[in-house]
């Protein structure tokens, strides 16, 4: 180590060309070169580094410009969405109430229509129940005449002489086709 200051203390003791030399004494020059150092460094620096942290502020002030106008924009983007949002549920709930009251318009509908439809079933009904009634009356009418004509000519011919019997036949026929006539 004795080597290495000694030949610090021997160049501070070489003759330089003027006034330029090493000193070797630390806590003197120190201050003194790091003052020229920073000197030297913030006369040709100065220009470079404002232009570094102009650059960089200016990168920094976009940056900061770009996240505000990409905030706003997000938050124009929630409100409009929001505001569909409210449109969509308020034309959900006016298709939830129409539906509910077109369903119950159809109820009434398929209500009044079946209603109808039964009381043109009852109507079908009575007429098929007096239609048959009818018939039946006719039918039995039809019987009691057909026996009672058939007991008549029964009596008639036990009592009756040919020509008797021809001539009763004859008023028969012409009672049954007025009967007839009638109840056509």
């Given amino acids: 180590m004795k080597n ?23 806590l003197a020059t120190n201050p ?35 996240s505000e ?46 209603y109808k439809t039964l009381k043109q079933l009852e109507n079908y009904k009575n007429e098929t129940i007096l239609f048959e009634q009818q018939r039946t009356i006719n039918q039995v009418r039809e019987r009691v005449f057909q026996q009672a004509l058939q007991g008549a000519i029964g009596t008639l011919n036990s009592c009756l002489s040919n020509e008797l019997h021809l001539r009763t036949i004859n008023a028969n026929i012409g009672m049954f086709g007025t009967m007839k006539e009638i109840t056509d």
């Fill in 4 to 26: 290495l200051t000694d030949s610090f203390v021997y160049l501070g003791h070489w003759p330089s060309a003027g006034s330029f030399g090493f000193n070797t004494d630390i």
């Fill in 32 to 66: 003194i070169n790091l003052s020229v150092v920073f000197g030297v460094l913030i006369f040709f620096g100065k220009g470079v580094l404002n232009d570094l942290l102009d650059n960089r502020k200016q990168r920094i002030l976009n940056t900061i410009r770009n």
């Fill in 69 to 114: 106008e990409l905030r706003e924009g997000a938050i124009q983007q929630l409100e409009n969405a929001r505001a569909r949002l409210r449109n969509v549920e308020t034309e959900a709930d006016k298709f939830r109430v129409n539906g509910y009251s077109e369903i119950e318009r159809e109820k009434l509908n398929l209500i009044n229509s079946t």
